[in-house]
């Protein structure tokens, strides 16, 4: 078995494009038909509200765009759409790539990132995470935090609050999410990285821990790396539906003897809730309620609560987001574990500490996805 989603991206345009759309009124066939009747594009209607449009590769934006606007708001997610290279009937292959119009347009705008992906242009990140009971002068690393970069064209970092949502609207979370922690452990292990490693990663992205999450599992034991050393940051928590879904995830984690903390405490009360029920090693607060604490009194009392509360529970807190020595100075006050931002130190690329040999190997050891999802199947 094999995770479709996560080690699969799948190419739907070509040099000539077969657009096979399925609409789901009369209505809209009828307004695609008259979109392709105005476009001079050659469109054929099949059965059952179906219509096929062959689109060279160079018009292929325009026509989306045209698209976007032609199908409205609930049509346009509803339309299921699969593409072939010919005119022939699409088979089973090109039904099993079948996904909806607005996904479609989506992933053609994430075409970058699929390149990204494709010619391995990313890297991780590396922020420090320091002992707060330590002096600004010799500060003591706790760990790091990895941070996903990709790279354009010109080798130029994407802006990284665009990359996840794109990802996500485009259907690539799972491929993208995947890469990123696999990426995480491959560099903290070039880097030689002795301290504990935060990765980052979005419960969404996730159907079945035990398959999802077993290539990652594989990687950190295949490069060397101590499962104790390693933390899984569960972002995005808010967005959790299903509590057991989680509970899966974390007790994965926990049973291969990793550590967890959520992330982005704070920022809505669920916070609380899912600190209570999942017992996290960790909790990081969220950096909106860290920026301009020593000036706000709310903001103290808020935060001064979440870590006794976290403490009573055993759960270490981690501060993110300080950029200033006030921040710092009263977040140590107020008995924060360990912290985190711009004023410590900026992410940054790990520079190779290995010998070429030990690089070799984890060459060896990191195998692309695609041979990754293959050699699974047989375990
Ligand atoms: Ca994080």
């Given amino acids: 078995m094999w995770c479709a989603d996560c080690e699969s991206v799948e190419d739907y345009f070509f040099d000539q494009t077969y657009f096979w759309f399925f609409l789901p009124t009369t209505e809209s066939f009828g307004k695609l038909a008259a979109m392709c009747g105005d476009s001079g594009l050659e469109a054929t209607q099949q059965p059952k509200n179906t219509i096929c449009v062959n689109v060279q590769n160079s018009h292929i934006g325009t026509f989306l765009t045209s698209l976007n606007g032609c199908l409205a708001g609930p049509e346009f997610g509803k339309a299921k759409v699969t593409t072939t290279q010919t005119s022939a009937m699409p088979d089973i292959e090109a039904m099993s790539r079948m996904t909806t119009a607005e996904v479609l347009v989506r992933r053609y705008q994430a075409q970058w990132i699929r390149a990204a992906m494709e010619n391995d242009s990313y890297q991780s990140w590396y922020q420090p995470i320091v002992h707060a009971d330590s002096s600004q002068d010799e500060l003591r690393i706790f760990g790091h ?39 995480a452990v491959e560099h903290a292990a070039r880097g030689g990285l002795k301290e504990k490693i935060f990765i980052n990663f979005n419960p969404s992205s996730i159907y079945d821990p035990a398959y999802c999450l077993r290539s990652t599992a594989a990687a950190i034991n295949e490069l060397g790396l101590k499962t104790e050393n390693i933390v899984f940051e569960l972002t995005e928590t808010h967005k959790a539906r299903d509590m057991n879904h989680l509970k899966g995830i974390l007790s994965f984690y926990r049973s291969s003897g990793f550590a967890i903390a959520l992330d982005d405490i704070g920022s809505g009360w669920s916070g609380l809730n899912l600190m209570a029920q999942l017992r996290p090693d960790f909790v990081k607060i969220d950096m909106e309620l860290v920026q301009g604490i020593d000036t706000n009194m709310f903001k103290q009392n808020i935060v001064k ?23 710092a100075a009263l977040l140590r006050e107020l008995n924060a574990d360990f912290l985190q931002g711009f004023y410590f130190a900026k992410p940054a690329p790990v520079t190779d500490r290995l010998s070429g040999r030990q690089n070799d190997e984890i060459s060896r050891g990191v195998r692309p996805l695609s041979q990754a999802a293959k050699t699974m199947a047989k375990v």
């Fill in 145 to 183: 935090e990895a941070l996903f970069r990709l790279f354009d064209e010109n080798q130029q970092v994407m802006p990284p609050g665009m990359v996840f949502p794109l990802a996500e609207q485009s259907d690539l979370l799972y491929s993208l999410d995947l890469i990123a922690r696999r990426s």
């Fill in 305 to 327: 609560h979440l870590i006794q509360l976290a403490h009573d529970n055993r759960i270490q807190v981690i501060a993110e987001g300080i950029e200033t020595a006030e921040e």
